[in-house]
Structures are given as C-alpha cells and as structure tokens.
C-alpha cells in the first residue's frame, strides 16, 4: 500500500500531469504467470500536457523510484504502472499500445476505472460498465480499509 500512495504521490509532483481522481483500492488474484500472492490494484485519470510516450517514460521513472522488480513475464512484481487510456487514442506501437491491449480482459482495470468514470469506455470495445459482465469471474475485492490519498 506504502508503495501504491509513493506512486500516487511521485506522479502527482510531475506538474505536467495533474490527477483528477483516484479509485478505491482493490485486492485481485493474479492474472497468468507462476503462482504468486495477490495483488493491490487502483487507477488513477489524470490531465496531462505530455505525449503519450513521455508519459510512457515518466511513469517507468516511478517504477524505477520503487525499484521495480519483475523477473518472469506476468510473475510477481513491486509495482507496475500501466497506461489503460488516452482520451480514447488507438495506437499499434509495440512499445505504448493504446488503450492497453488486455484492459478490457482484466476486472482489476474496469472496476475501479468504473468507479471514477462510470462512462468509461474502451476504445474499440465499448462501455467499461459493459464489458464487466464478461470479467464477472475474476477474484476482485474491494478493500475499503485502505485508501489512496489524492494529491493536494
């Protein structure tokens, strides 16, 4: 959680990229890879005067902050930040594709996305509220005993 809110807060000192909101904190199961413990999961929307790709960069800098570490591919890690969305942009780079190629498989995106944007939507698949309903299976549990503080 500690590392959650030191992301929160590090993106929030970029004064290119203001955040606008911050979903409740979930516990999700592992999606793919070895097995592994859970995981805490939030999103956050933001205003952002930068380039996709410079958020891109801006966003593996924090990962770095945290020390990210991550040895095997979907296997455990300390912190992974993922760009879902950019105002509906598509994109086929393999380096930033756009929106995230997986966001609309996984309820640990959708649920809280959902939760500060009801009218949310994937672009290319639709409604994040309806696409939950195909995700209904997935382990998700909101944790309203922790709570990311948004930035002042």
């Known amino acids: ?8 807060d590090a ?3 970029d004064p290119a990229l203001r955040i606008t909101a911050v979903s409740p904190v979930y516990e999700t199961a592992p999606v793919g890879g070895p097995e592994q413990g859970a995981y805490l999961n939030a999103v956050i929307a933001a205003e952002c005067a930068l380039a996709p790709a410079a958020v891109l960069k801006r966003t593996q800098g924090v990962e770095q902050e945290f020390h990210r570490v991550r040895e095997v591919r979907w296997g455990p890690r300390t912190l992974d930040i993922d760009i879902i969305d950019v105002e509906g942009e598509r994109d086929d ?9 997986r966001a609309h498989e996984r309820a640990f ?6 939760d500060i944007d009801p009218d ?6 639709g409604a994040v509220r309806d696409l939950l309903g195909a995700v209904a299976d997935q382990e998700l549990r909101r944790r309203p ?8």
């Open 1 to 8: 959680m500690a590392t959650l809110q030191g992301a929160v």
């Open 109 to 114: 995106v959708l649920r809280p996305w959902s």
């Open 11 to 13: 993106l929030s000192r």
């Open 120 to 125: 949310a939507a994937v672009a290319g698949r």
């Open 93 to 101: 780079d393999p380096v930033l594709t756009l929106p995230h190629p």
């Open 145 to 152: 005993d922790l709570a990311l503080r948004p930035p002042e």
